[in-house]
């Protein structure tokens, strides 16, 4: 079962419900549940998974190395507010 706190958030579920189940780890590409994952870091207001606590060290280490031609992440609206 899964919860929602507004229609709109169980609208964006339902029509990609693996990108919010599962991750990518950026260092080594495994698949990492979300639910499950035991090693989490933030970089520039986003959040990664990782498979172990190896790969999260050396994305903690140099984080630029890992997401070189990803996007930058959107700022969020000031005032914004989880």
Same mark, same amino acid.
């Given at each position: 079962?899964? /919860? @929602?706190?507004?229609? +709109?958030?169980?609208?964006? @579920?339902?029509?990609?419900?693996?990108?919010?189940?599962?991750?990518?780890? *950026?260092?080594? +590409?495994?698949?990492?549940?979300? &639910?499950? &994952?035991? /090693? =989490? &870091?933030? /970089? %520039? +207001?986003?959040? =990664?998974?990782?498979?172990? &606590?190896?790969?999260?060290?050396? @994305?903690?280490? %140099?984080?630029?190395? @890992?997401?070189? +031609?990803?996007?930058?992440?959107?700022?969020? *609206?000031?005032?914004?507010?989880?």
């Amino acid at each position: 079962s899964y /919860h @929602f706190c507004s229609e +709109g958030c169980r609208t964006k @579920f339902q029509k990609e419900p693996e990108a919010f189940l599962n991750a990518t780890d *950026p260092v080594c +590409g495994m698949t990492v549940e979300r &639910a499950t &994952a035991k /090693h =989490f &870091a933030r /970089h %520039d +207001g986003k959040g =990664f998974y990782f498979c172990s &606590a190896g790969c999260r060290g050396k @994305f903690e280490a %140099d984080p630029g190395n @890992f997401l070189s +031609g990803q996007p930058a992440p959107e700022p969020m *609206p000031k005032g914004t507010q989880y």
